[in-house]
């Protein structure tokens, strides 16, 4: 493969996030094609590829995996079918970009980093916004030391699901509000604070169906500092996504930092000196795609690997357990 082959990607079911992390970046000019699609209902998949210019509609997810005109794959299915596939398409020999959180529990996110070592793919669990110039920012200066030792951490994510979300409020397809939106705060407490986190308590609201409409949790960081990570799914939440880093000389607090072409705003206090920014750079999705291309074609490492993705998987296990409830064990590899 060269620099100007668009890197070939099949799609694995019909989701409406794909539009936004395949579609859209490809015609914006990222060397990617959207070549085949599958899912569970043919017709549906014929819709979807028919409405979005998709050339190849395989029958299933294995005769998707197994067409060797696809280089790498895209896992937008319900969580608890994440790892399954994920180690299909590798065993396929196909590179995968797998949605968050990348599997059920830490057990799962550890067999697919064995499957990504013994092949030799590319394998990223898609926090997009890690791939953002805002996230290199806010890297830059925690790493600079400008704010001291750092104290504390604190992320938050709400966005309200309706209790109809067949998927989001399924025990049985690993939803709940810690899988879909904690763990971006969960990560960015990891990323930022210096090593793992242990998780001091938690509790949680339970919602429809036995998962957790809402969680809180407190966290120490390795260095002794305090953490907390709160989100919520309630149904009529507005979305709201925070990030505070505080430290012996100032903190810095960041509004939506997990999509910031929605607009955000850095606020920096240094020995007492506050300034505010935002940071110019195409969508956390365009982003995440070009980085991806690139770890395909060259070698580059993705900020979230499947490593990583084991490390933020055995947290929110950890922050299940603390709250009194048991880890998502869904899909065929717990079976």
Not at 141 to 149: E, K, M, P, S
Request: hydrophobic share 45%; with cysteine; net charge negative.
């Amino acid at each position: 493969m060269n620099s100007s082959t668009p890197l070939r990607f099949g799609v694995l079911g019909a989701a409406r996030i794909t539009t936004d992390v395949l579609i859209d970046p490809a015609r914006s000019g990222v060397a990617v094609m959207v070549a085949a699609v599958a899912a569970r209902d043919p017709a549906r998949a014929a819709a979807y590829a028919h409405a979005h210019g998709i050339p190849v509609v395989h029958r299933d997810y294995a005769a998707l995996i197994a067409d060797e005109a696809i280089d790498a794959v895209y896992v937008p299915l319900p969580n608890s079918l994440h790892a399954e596939w994920t180690i299909r398409a590798l065993g396929a020999g196909k590179h995968v970009l797998c949605e968050k959180p990348i599997a059920s529990n830490a057990a799962e996110a550890e067999a697919i980093a064995v499957a990504a070592r013994e092949t030799g793919l590319v394998v990223a669990e898609a926090f997009h916004y890690r791939h953002h110039p805002l996230a290199r920012r806010i890297e830059a200066i925690v790493r600079a030391g400008l704010l001291g030792d750092i104290e504390r951490i604190e992320g938050r994510f709400d966005v309200g699901i309706p209790s109809d979300d067949p998927v989001r409020w399924s025990w049985e397809l690993s939803g709940g509000a810690t899988m879909d939106l904690g763990c971006y705060p969960l990560q960015m407490i990891r990323w930022l604070g210096g090593g793992e986190p242990a998780v001091l308590s938690a509790q949680a609201v339970i919602g429809p169906r036995g998962v957790d409409a809402s969680m809180v949790a407190t966290l120490r960081l390795p260095n002794g500092g305090g953490a907390a990570m709160r989100c919520s799914m309630v149904g009529d939440l507005e979305r709201r996504a925070t990030l505070l880093v505080r430290g012996s000389r100032g903190e810095l607090e960041v509004d939506e930092p997990v999509a910031p072409q929605f607009g955000h705003r850095l606020r920096l206090t240094v020995d007492g000196v506050t300034e505010y920014e935002t940071v110019a750079g195409d969508s956390t999705y365009v982003c995440q795609l070009r980085d991806f291309v690139s770890a395909v074609r060259s070698g580059t490492s993705m900020p979230v690997d499947a490593d990583d993705a084991v490390a933020n998987m055995r947290l929110i296990d950890a922050v299940y357990i603390a709250a009194g409830m048991q880890p998502r064990g869904g899909g065929a590899l717990a079976r």
